[in-house]
């Protein structure tokens, strides 16, 4: 079964700000702006990294789940969804770890569950599968459109902050399907396909960064600090988490 890093969310209170700021960082475009989620009092943007995604959410009514997440951690990384190609063969597993689904989505063309961040611990994660799999309803009709393919950007690794990030590793990687955990000088790792799931001790549990390949990290960053944005060696904090960026290969 695969499993990779197909959609990264951040929560932020000001969208219009947020995007602005990953726009001039890292040369993205808005791909989509999903008419759907104000079903659930927020406002979105979505933006090409390569074949994966880089959404940014903001609630447009009080009492959400984004709103209280922001209340508690500030702006900050809010979901992962990780693409697999046996999304019943992941329920079958799901099912029988108790893992509870609190919202599901069934279309010709993806089928997602999206998992209670108490049965997994840090993060609300989502487990969709596409058909065809390069697809992505998610992102729009015209997100290939909106690819920088001379940029070679991937999201390659998420981070994520745990009390117990040995615990909580472990957990992930049954509820996931995936290899266990090993030990890293930072935490523990998981590996997937093309990427990982690196979990780092901390004081509370929540999706910390992300680390980003990109043809030209030091302009980036350059772009990050006429922004006014904290920059420390080769990362910048946008809404709230880190964003590692590396040379793409």
Known sequence: MSLRIRQIVVAARDLAASVAQFQGVLGVQVCYRDPEVETFGLHNALMAIGDQFLEVVAPIRPNTAVGRHIDRHGDSGYMLILQ??????????LDQLSVRIVWRAAYPDIRSVHLHPKDIGAALVSLDEATPPESWRWAGPDWAQCVALQERQQVQAVT?????ADAISRRWAQVL?????VESPEGFCIGIDAGALEFVKADTDVIAGFRVSTMRPDRA?????????????DSVWICGARFQLVQAS
């Open 221 to 233: 960053l350059e772009a990050a600090r006429a922004l006014g944005l904290s920059v420390i060696a």
């Open 84 to 93: 697999t190609d046996d999304l019943a063969r992941a329920e079958t597993r």
């Open 177 to 181: 399907g995936a290899a266990p955990p």
């Open 160 to 164: 994520l902050f745990a009390r117990d």
